[in-house]
């Protein structure tokens, strides 16, 4: 990226960047650099310490060298870091690109978008603009940036009020506890939607169902004991570290998800692999779970053994009591045998 912020070289940040904010009077830019820069800070507060597992896993990857999209996913990735390397590849440089907010390219079709406020000190637009009856608007208590809304670490307790043209939604380590249906409607453009570690136990089963555009679902670390309807345009869903049994999954409930790429469901407690798998799956992460036996079908068709399933090539099954050996048909159509207990 090579981003240089507005305060200063690029290899220098922390205090010559503070001095250099101070220099050139630039407050508002201090605010966001700041306000980014504290967030991007390890987290001392107990109810923080999860998120310092994510962070340490961040810091061993170079983001700039690991700078995945979905649109540059390749061949060459180790799938079985994914996780890690995905989460926050893509957040690095959007924080370099927030030191200085851009203005929205049309405003009048942005109307409430592109705006830096600080949540203890809004500044009222004049006239003041009525404040919905859900919440104070996304973008006083967060930090917008053309479209993308970044809500993390924000001590939320509800998804606020996104503005209509949002693409991307960032609202991690924060207290929410339930996903309503009205929390998205509306939301067209909505491509993804980052709800890591909160305390979500409830998402209403057509919470997500209604989002045309949504490719990435990420809920990993919450309470969710069941999983919402998904659209039939996502691409990855992450809902690691959860809740959620075998009856918390809808019967067949990823067949017809034709897109679906990533399906990371370990750390749950799933007696059974979700069958049937849409073809277009690449990577099946079902690790500490309690899945215990599987049938032959499950990964190829037993009938058509010409049959070569070439994207599912990321399959963990270890951490359940499952023994692989058993099932010595199942493989046959995979380019890797599943990691697990072949004993
Ligand atoms: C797993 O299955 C294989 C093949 O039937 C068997 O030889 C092995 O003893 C089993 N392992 C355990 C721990 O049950």
């Known amino acids: 990226m090579g981003a240089a912020g507005p305060a200063g070289a690029p290899q220098d940040r922390g205090p010559t960047a503070a001095a250099g904010c101070r220099m050139r009077m630039l407050a508002l830019l201090c605010i966001?650099?700041?306000?980014?820069?504290?967030a991007w800070a390890v987290p001392a507060r107990e109810e923080r310490r999860k998120a310092e597992k994510l962070n340490d896993d961040l810091e061993l990857y170079d983001p700039d060298s690991y700078d995945l999209t979905l649109d540059n996913?390749?061949?060459i990735i180790d799938l079985s870091n994914y996780e890690e390397?995905?989460?926050?590849g893509d957040f690095a440089p959007k924080v370099e690109v927030g030191t200085l907010a851009p203005r929205p390219k049309n405003p009048v079709a942005l109307p409430t978008l592109g705006a830096v406020a600080e949540p203890m000190n809004p500044q009222p637009p004049s006239p003041p603009a009525p404040i919905p009856a859900q919440g104070l608007p996304s973008c006083l208590l967060?930090?917008?940036?053309?479209?993308?809304?970044?809500?993390?670490?924000a001590d939320l307790e509800h998804i606020p009020?996104?503005?209509?043209?949002?693409?991307?939604l960032y609202a991690r380590f924060n207290r929410i506890?339930?996903?309503r249906a009205s929390d998205f409607t509306g939301l067209k453009k909505l491509k993804r939607i980052d709800l890591s570690s909160n305390f979500i136990s409830w998402a209403d089963a057509d919470a997500f169902h209604q989002l045309p555009s949504l490719q990435e679902l990420l809920l990993p670390q919450n309470r969710l004991t069941a999983l919402p309807e998904l659209p039939p345009s996502i691409i990855r869903l992450d809902a690691r570290l959860n809740r959620i049994p075998s009856a918390g999954l809808r019967h067949e409930a990823f067949r017809d998800l034709k897109q679906l790429?990533?399906?990371?469901l370990s750390d749950n407690q799933l007696d059974y692999i979700p069958v049937p798998l849409p073809q277009s799956l690449r990577s099946l992460h079902l690790q500490n779970n309690n899945i215990q036996t599987m049938l032959e079908d499950t990964f190829c068709d037993s009938q058509d053994h010409s049959q070569i399933r070439r994207a599912l090539e990321d399959i963990r099954l270890d951490g359940n009591p499952i023994n692989l050996s058993l099932f010595p048909n199942a493989y046959f159509c995979l380019p890797r045998?599943?990691?697990g207990r072949f004993s």
């Open 177 to 179: 506890g339930a996903i």
């Open 85 to 88: 390397l995905y989460d926050y």
């Open 73 to 75: 996913y390749g061949d």
């Open 261 to 264: 790429q990533f399906l990371h």
């Open 337 to 339: 045998l599943p990691t």
């Open 32 to 38: 966001a650099s700041l306000w980014l820069g504290a």
């Open 142 to 153: 967060c930090l917008c940036i053309d479209t993308s809304v970044y809500c993390d670490d």
């Open 161 to 168: 009020l996104l503005p209509p043209e949002t693409t991307y």
